[in-house]
T-cell receptor, first 115, second 111 residues
């Protein structure tokens, strides 16, 4: 199956700094990438949908100025958590898909801890 | 609105069958999925079913869909300890569209 990678797999940062998380589709071109957030023992909450070359569509309640998403190419999307605070600590998971497929392929996730 | 619900826990003995249930509210759901998540990892697609199907079998996995009741189930035959994980059902309205996930069912398999 298709492979999606995320980098880094875990990161610890200080409050007030920014953190960038990368999501790459390794062996296919992803027209759409999705960013999810997952709290411990909870479900995945969709944060935003990103289409290559256009602005991301954010879900209600997600601050677009805090969670910056860039989908610069068909194989790379980035999520930048700006001015991170401890409440931003979470597991961030991306997925990638195409318009012509019902499947989404998930990355392994990035554990963010803000101290 | 869109809502997907699952029971939170299921415990079975090794070798037994496991049945994980899911209900959804969106009558426009076209694709329904089952994902598996092991601790600290991303999601692995186990199987999927289209809304015009009633059943799908794939080795030890059987998916049943009751579209009238908006009920989806995943049966795992001969459950093994390696099947212990969290199982998420999810639905989508269209190809390439966003997924709406249930809360996840934590399956515990005891030897």
């Amino acid at each position: 199956g298709a492979v999606v990678s995320q980098h880094p797999s875990w990161v610890i940062c200080k409050s007030g700094t920014s953190v960038k998380i990368e999501c790459r589709s390794l062996d296919f071109q992803a027209t759409t990438m999705f960013w999810y957030r997952q709290f411990p023992k909870q479900s995945l909450m969709l944060m935003a949908t990103s289409n290559e070359g256009s602005k991301a569509t954010y879900e209600q309640g997600v601050e677009k100025d805090k969670f910056l998403i860039n989908h610069a190419s068909l194989t790379l999307s980035t999520l930048t958590v700006t001015s991170a605070h401890p409440e931003d600590s979470s597991f961030y998971i991306c997925s990638a898909g195409t318009k012509h497929s019902y499947e989404q392929y998930f990355g392994p996730g990035t554990r963010l801890t803000v101290t | 609105g869109e809502d997907v619900e699952q029971s939170l826990f299921l415990s079975v003995r090794e070798g037994d069958s496991s049945v994980i249930n899911c209900t959804y509210t969106d009558s426009s759901s076209t694709y329904l999925y089952w994902y598996k998540q092991e601790p600290g990892a991303g999601l692995q697609l186990l199987t999927y079913i289209f809304s015009n199907m009633d059943m799908k079998q794939d080795q030890r996995l059987t998916v049943l869909l009751n579209k009238k009741d908006k009920h989806l189930s995943l049966r795992i035959a001969d459950t093994q300890t390696g099947d212990s994980a969290i199982y998420f059902c999810a639905e989508s309205r269209n190809q390439g569209g966003k997924l709406i996930f249930g809360q996840g069912t934590e399956l515990s398999v005891k030897p």
